[in-house]
């Protein structure tokens, strides 16, 4: 059984640095898939950050390309996350997720609330 568990802080200062970390157990990240963060804004719907494929490339949404960092670290089976520059708009829980490359996640972490505010 697959088990994704994200980590990181709850509370961003505007204009600092979100970074948040997932740990996967029960299956490695360099299998064939997509290792996702999704996150769901209060109030509204989900929406796709980025992934990191098993081969080490990424993909980012061309929305938040200019400030997302997705980077791996497979000693440890964790991927981990990095939003520049946040804004109250990014708050949101945040989740990260096994993909396969289309609209499909079959394994997902129970999410992070993070709150930017000074």
């Known amino acids: 059984q697959v088990q994704l568990q994200e980590s990181g802080p709850g509370l961003v200062k505007p204009s600092q640095t979100l970074s948040l970390t997932c740990t996967v157990s029960g299956g490695s990240i360099t299998t064939n898939y997509y290792w996702s963060w999704i996150r769901q804004p209060p109030g509204r719907g989900l929406e796709w950050i980025g992934y990191?494929?098993?081969?080490?490339?990424?993909y980012y949404s061309p929305s938040l390309k200019s400030r997302t960092s997705i980077s791996r670290d497979t000693s440890k089976n964790q991927f981990t996350l990095q939003l520049s520059s946040v804004t109250p708009e990014d708050t949101a829980a945040y989740y990260c997720?096994?993909?396969?490359?289309?609209?499909?996640?079959?394994?997902w972490g129970q999410g992070t609330q993070v709150t930017v505010s000074s």
């Open positions: 990191i494929h098993y081969s080490g490339s990424t």
């Open positions: 997720a096994r993909g396969d490359g289309g609209s499909k996640y079959d394994y």
